[in-house]
């Protein structure tokens, strides 16, 4: 069982609209979790990095919450752009920083 | 910084032919990691070098893989025999400690 589930499996909005895409981890011990957005054809990249003592951290139009307590993060998108359409991944970090496990990913389509 | 740089971009061959993928990762970054991607599994970790040293392999998945790391500025992934399994998208990654992943575009294999 993977150790990094993330929900919905995909998602469809309108341009302009708001979303939130779920990330639950049983990763332990845990040292961070980050979101990583994944454009067709290219790499992921990262957008924020949520350790155990943050609760919300934003970049731009992005505001990722974290609860470690229920394991649970979140990434909420804001007034949705087309060039947000993408995967996003979901990434939680254990004691070793490179010991990394990776969600399947979200994937996220915005029509005008 | 011109980022994780991979190549080919694209390789397509036949079946039971030797495909060797390329990666440079970004100056200064001591640790470097491959990935294979599939829409059914998502990003899978084959291997990671810390210092150019095989930190882990227990991702690569049979002997037909091996990777190789000669300098802190080139690493390969070979694939010999190549079947059409093996037929996934490869990215290469960098980073230092405690720092996000930074991934190139990627090679996209086809094994007919």
């Known amino acids: 069982k993977n150790q990094v589930e993330q929900s919905p499996q995909s998602l469809i909005i309108l341009e302009g609209k708001n979303c939130t895409l779920q990330c639950n981890y049983t990763v332990s011990p845990f040292s961070n979790l980050r979101w990583y957005k994944q454009d067709t054809g290219r790499g992921p990249v990262s957008l924020t990095i949520?350790?155990?003592?943050?609760n919300t951290k934003s970049n731009g139009r992005y505001t990722a919450t974290l609860d470690a307590d229920t394991k649970q993060s979140s990434l909420h998108i804001t007034a949705s752009q087309l060039s947000d359409s993408a995967s996003y991944i979901c990434?939680?970090?254990?004691?070793?920083?490179?010991?990394?496990?990776f969600g399947a990913g979200t994937r996220l389509t915005v029509k005008p | 910084d011109a980022g994780v740089i991979q190549s080919p971009r694209h390789e397509v061959t036949e079946m039971g032919q030797e495909v060797t993928l390329r990666c440079k990762p970004i100056?200064?970054?001591?640790?470097l990691f491959w990935y294979r991607q599939t829409m059914m599994r998502g990003l899978e970790l084959l291997i990671y070098f810390n210092n150019n040293v095989p930190i882990d392999d227990s991702g690569m998945p049979e002997d037909r893989f091996s990777a190789k790391m000669p300098n802190a500025s080139f690493s390969t992934l070979k694939i010999q025999p190549s079947e059409p399994r093996d037929s996934a998208v490869y990215f290469c990654a960098s980073n230092r400690a405690n720092s996000p992943l930074h991934f190139g575009n990627g090679t996209r294999l086809t094994v007919t």
């Open positions: 949520m350790t155990f003592s943050e």
């Open positions: 100056s200064g970054h001591n640790s």
């Open positions: 990434v939680v970090s254990a004691s070793s920083y490179n010991d990394m496990r």
